[in-house]
């Protein structure tokens, strides 16, 4: 499948949503789409090759959240999904500060939630996003690098994910304050204190 023909798949998946919202609103059919209508959709948005693609993924999750429907809310899979769009967005320098962007907005919002939890899936994939989308020695990187970790420290989400990422994000000077090693030194759970993953779920 050539990524043009990818692409019209994903833009057919995203029209048959939208139709689905419609005809839910317009009373024409009781059930309507739920959370995992949502969630295919933007993981195929998300893994198209599309520029936009941070934006249309945000655009679902909006309205998803504007969704006045019972089993119809976004959880920690469909936050993911958004980051990664936006971690893995390409294109030019306008294209990647929009996708940071959505990616701070997405990330506060989820913060700020009182009905999904910041795990450490969605710490290791905001780190994702910093990792591929802010240049290597950006302060802004190193700033909100520090910043995340310590928060999912404090809440006992740090997993392999974050770790792997936690790498790239950071200077040898701040990995080293962080986690007491060698910048080089790759770190699994096993190798930091336990109270720093103690609500780490396994199997997500």
């Known amino acids: 499948m050539t990524r043009t023909n990818k692409l019209g798949y ?16 317009r009373g024409e059919d009781d059930q309507g789409p739920d959370t995992q209508s ?37 959880n920690d899979f469909v936050y993911s999904a958004v980051l990664n769009a936006c971690a893995f967005t390409k294109g030019d320098g306008k294209d ?22 910041c795990n450490h899936v969605i710490y290791g994939t905001f780190l994702r996003v910093l990792r591929h989308q802010l240049a290597r020695r950006d302060p802004q990187k190193y700033s909100l690098a520090k910043k995340v970790f310590s928060q999912c420290c404090n809440e006992g989400q740090v997993g392999n994910l974050v770790l792997s990422q936690l790498q790239h994000v950071t200077s040898p000077e701040l990995y080293f ?22 609500n780490v779920r396994s199997g997500r």
């Open 177 to 198: 304050s962080l986690t007491g090693k060698d910048h080089n030194e790759s770190l699994t759970v096993n190798d930091v204190p336990k109270s720093w993953s103690r």
């Open 10 to 25: 994903v833009r057919l998946a995203e029209e048959l949503l939208e139709e689905m919202i419609a005809s839910w609103e």
């Open 38 to 74: 949502f969630l295919i959709v933007i993981n195929a948005v998300a893994k198209s090759n599309d520029q936009s693609k941070a934006g249309r993924a945000k655009y679902l999750l909006d309205k998803l959240i504007g969704m006045d429907k019972e089993g119809c809310v976004p």
């Open 96 to 117: 990647i500060a929009r996708a940071v962007d959505i990616a701070l907005c997405t990330f506060a919002e989820l913060r700020g939630s009182s009905c999904v939890e």
